[in-house]
């Protein structure tokens, strides 16, 4: 698979947005986001690594994931790496190739590329979803509005 194939199409995010609107059922809270990241994970072939933090005063904390191995990145200061920017600055952060971005905090040898797209209530971060690829130039504007319809979703729910 390469980058290109990766991407996601407009008529794969309308379906995948419906597979997760169907995985979340009737949970809320944490149940809602394990819920989502096993989804996510399963069914996205280009997401090698999926994330859900919580912002917890200064920090991101780990929530929910998904993916072959944990992350020993569970506990994140907010402006640190691409997570705690992109939480910091309340918007989405897309990473062509991890190896070329300074902020990027190295959690998996195979990880290419990153997408981080925060969780919005009550008009402030609440939290973030945490994507990995092991594709480089993994993911589009087409995953961005994919994700942050998720984040949306996950935010109604929080």
Not at 8 to 19: I, M
Not at 94 to 121: G, M, N, Q, W
């Amino acid at each position: 698979m390469n980058a290109m194939s990766a991407r996601l199409s407009r008529e794969q995010a309308r379906t995948h947005l419906g597979g997760v609107e169907s995985a979340l059922g009737n949970s809320t809270g944490r149940a809602a986001r394990e819920a989502a990241v096993r989804y996510l994970n399963g069914s996205v072939p280009a997401y090698s690594w999926v994330g859900v933090y919580s912002v917890e005063g200064k920090d991101l904390v780990l929530d929910a994931w998904s993916g072959p191995a944990a992350t020993e990145h569970t506990r994140i200061p907010l402006g640190k790496g691409v997570c705690g920017f992109a939480a910091k600055a309340g918007r989405t952060e897309i990473v062509s190739d991890v190896s070329k971005d300074p902020r990027y905090l190295s959690c998996f040898v195979s990880t290419k590329s990153e997408i981080v797209v925060p969780i919005h209530a009550g008009g402030k971060v609440v939290g973030e979803i945490d994507i990995d690829s092991d594709h480089k130039d993994a993911f589009s504007t087409l995953d961005r509005e994919f994700l942050e319809a998720v984040a949306a979703r996950l935010a109604s729910l929080w």
